[in-house]
């Protein structure tokens, strides 16, 4: 078959874009050594941004957004993968300049390629997608630093978002106390179901003030926010507490001052799950599959297929999500 479908943004006036499923053809894919059937894809906020003409993360339309897929070799120029294997692919520059993952097929390079771990199938991988493998790199982050059970609570905030819902269950299960900042107070048993043992309302962390210190609340936290809820969730932080920060849905710009980490030793720990090397993101793709395994995900999760896109990818952008949404390309 090498005709498919994919969900296509074009520029339709300036600064004006509109998603649409179109049927393309194989010849228009950009060069790569593995040619995917992709079975599923999910949404992340980037997503939503590229969908929307985003320009800091898609430069040129038209555009078939999706930073994530997984689905089955169906050609290979590589000896790395057999046709019929099952490959997973997060980030990079999938979705981004690369034609992405809200499509039947993709090509991309073998590079971009992970095998997907033993005891996860396909749509689980992608409940999960690049939202999962960042919540696991900031939980993994933490732990580097010296992360301990007897520390105290774990803040997450944005939790009721596709990376803030699996950072609580991650934690959760390795036995933290976990605190979740939202913005919906009317999904605390949502949150609940996944471990957190907390629930505070996001504006306790909003408010820009200039004091130089909070007091000490937080052993760590994953931040998926920015802005002055960064700041806020820094001055809040124990003493030698560190803050996973991946994340800018409040702003990408934050005020702070050094205070907190020169009287408290608090440490900022910056998160990238995008151009990680990819055997750092197998390491964090077995785990989730193992030891990380989240049995409330289902619960979390919404499937959709192409029909239910473009309403979706609007909610991830309005920051009304909840959970993760997964996009079944075969449906
Ligand atoms: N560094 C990386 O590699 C990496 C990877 C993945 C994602 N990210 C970033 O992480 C962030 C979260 O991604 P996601 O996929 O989890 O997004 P998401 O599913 O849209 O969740 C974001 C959550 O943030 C909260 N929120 C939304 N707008 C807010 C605002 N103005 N102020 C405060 N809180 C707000 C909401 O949760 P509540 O209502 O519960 O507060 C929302 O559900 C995004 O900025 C994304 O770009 C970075």
Avoid at 27 to 41: C, H
Avoid at 119 to 128: I, V, Y
Avoid at 196 to 201: C, K, L, P, Q, S
Wanted: aromatic share 6%; glycine share 12%; net charge negative.
């Amino acid at each position: 078959m090498s005709q498919y479908k994919a969900y296509e943004v074009v520029e339709v006036v300036k600064k004006k874009f509109k998603g649409a499923v179109v049927k393309k053809n194989v010849d228009e894919l950009p060069p790569g050594e593995i040619l995917v059937d992709v079975q599923y894809s999910s949404l992340n906020y980037k997503d939503a941004l590229s969908a929307n003409g985003n320009k800091g993360v898609t430069r040129h339309y038209p555009h078939v957004p999706g930073i994530d897929a997984v689905g089955t070799v169906i050609e290979t120029e590589s000896p790395d993968f057999s046709e019929g294997q099952t490959v997973l692919i997060t980030g990079y520059d999938l979705g981004m300049n690369t034609s992405g993952g809200f499509s039947q097929r993709i090509r991309v390079p073998v590079s971009w390629a992970a095998r997907l771990p033993v005891g996860m199938d396909p749509a689980t991988s992608m409940r999960l997608g690049t939202a999962g493998l960042t919540a696991g790199l900031c939980v993994d982050a933490l732990l580097k630093n010296g992360l301990e059970i007897d520390q105290g609570e774990v803040l997450v905030t944005g939790s009721t978002g596709g990376v803030g819902i699996i950072a609580v269950g991650i934690l959760a299960k390795l036995g933290f106390k976990v605190t979740a900042s939202t913005g919906k107070p009317e999904m605390e048993n949502l949150l609940k179901t996944m471990g957190a043992t907390e629930i505070v309302g996001r504006d306790e962390f909003s408010d820009p003030s200039t004091r130089p210190l909070l007091t000490e609340r937080w052993a760590a936290a994953v931040d998926v926010v920015g802005g002055d809820t960064l700041f806020n969730v820094i001055k809040g932080l124990r003493y030698g507490g560190s803050v996973a920060a991946c994340g800018l849905v409040q702003s990408p710009v934050f005020q702070a001052s050094v205070l907190p980490f020169i009287l408290r030793g608090v440490n900022l720990l910056g998160v990238d799950s995008v151009e990680l090397p990819l055997m750092q993101k197998e390491r964090i793709w077995n785990k989730l599959a193992s030891e990380w395994k989240l049995e409330a995900l289902d619960q979390v999760c919404t499937e959709i297929g192409f029909d239910q896109l473009e309403a979706s990818l609007a909610t991830v952008l309005s920051g009304a999500a909840v959970g993760r949404y997964v996009l079944n390309l075969q449906s």
